[in-house]
């Protein structure tokens, strides 16, 4: 993997890529996105992650993947809890289908 020099007219690079997680270098700041806590980046292609834009100074998406992130939620993790909880349960009817109940 190639990677940008640091320098003031880039926003935002990714760095390196690992069996653990992505760095990303932000306006002169490092940020390690763990797949424990970003699964969504895991088994993705080498471009779609490090096709990155930073938009409005704060705003990070990847378009490849539809991913929005702001750099907010890098500094404050506890201010944004990633886990989904929800109460859906799916059952097979006897048509074969699978439907979700509540």
């Known amino acids: ?3 940008l020099k640091h320098g003031k007219g880039i926003s935002v690079s990714v ?6 997680g992505i760095w990303l270098y932000i306006r002169e700041k490092e940020y390690f ?3 424990k806590d970003y ?3 895991k088994d993705q292609t080498l471009g779609s992650i490090q096709n990155v ?4 100074g704060y705003h990070l998406y990847w378009p490849d ?9 890098l500094e404050n993790p506890e201010k944004y809890p990633l ?3 929800t109460n859906i349960h799916l059952t097979k009817k006897s048509s074969g289908r699978r439907v979700a109940s509540f």
Not at 15 to 20: A, G, H, L, S
Not at 65 to 73: H, R, V, W
């Open 65 to 73: 993947l539809d991913i929005d992130l702001e750099i907010d939620n």
């Open 39 to 41: 699964p969504y980046f």
């Open 53 to 56: 834009q930073l938009l409005h």
């Open 1 to 3: 993997m190639k990677s």
């Open 33 to 35: 996105l763990s797949y």
């Open 15 to 20: 760095e390196n890529i690992t069996p653990f």
């Open 83 to 85: 886990q989904f909880k």
